[in-house]
Structure formats: C-alpha cells, structure tokens
C-alpha cells in the first residue's frame, strides 16, 4: 500500500491550496484518513481526519479554513485550505489508518511521503 500526496506549494498570504492523497495498493477498505502537518522544529500535529462514514475532527488552528473531504471509490483524501496563513507553513502528510487487505487481515497504518506547503509573500 503506497500514499502519494500532491498539491503543496508557494502561495500567498489569504491564498488558496487543494491538497490530495491517493492510497494505491491491494486495498480492501480504509478506516479513517488524515492530515497532518509538521513545521522545522515543531512535532508533527493532526489537521483534519475523516472517517469512512464521512465524520471530521480539526484541529482548532484550522477550523473555518480547511475543508476534508474523501471520495471511498478512489480511496483518496483531499484537504483545500483557504485563508492560508504563514503559520500554516510546514510539511503537510497523509495517513491512512486500519488499512485492510482482505476482509479478514489485520488493519495497518501508512503514510504519505509529505508535500510541502509555504506561505509567504
């Protein structure tokens, strides 16, 4: 099982960003899929999660400004971030948790390779 993100880049302050993460492997079914993002210096921090069923969880720092959404058919999360701020600056990864290959296995964790988003002017 391989997570590929894409979509960081430079942006301006106010600015706008869609990030995606595509889970690629023999995949029977994803539990729940995130962001998170980890700035030099800094731990690594959650952003927003999904569940399957379509439930978020945000971190308070982002609330009002990112979006998560999933689409379980392409087994890919996609987070779009608006009113980007400069402390929104950092390595943004993916993860995907409990990930099934058969229906009967046991559930693993993965994540995405990161991709790097800078805010600045």
């Known amino acids: 099982v391989q997570l590929q993100a894409s979509g960081g880049g430079l942006v301006q302050p106010g600015g706008s960003l869609r990030l995606s993460c595509a889970a690629s492997g023999n995949i029977f079914s994803i539990n729940s899929m995130g962001w998170y993002r980890q700035a030099p210096g800094n731990k690594r921090e959650l952003v927003a999660a999904?569940?399957?069923?379509?439930?978020?969880n945000y971190a308070d720092s982002v609330k009002g400004r990112f979006t998560i959404s999933r689409d379980n058919t392409k087994n890919t999360v996609y987070l779009q971030m608006n009113s980007l701020k400069p402390e929104d600056t950092a390595v943004y990864y993916c993860?995907?948790?409990?990930?099934?290959?058969?229906?009967?296995?046991?559930?693993?964790?993965?994540w995405g390779k990161g991709t790097l988003v800078t805010v600045s002017s």
């Open positions: 999904i569940s399957r069923g379509g439930s978020t």
């Open positions: 993860k995907a948790s409990y990930v099934k290959t058969t229906a009967s296995g046991a559930g693993m964790d993965y």
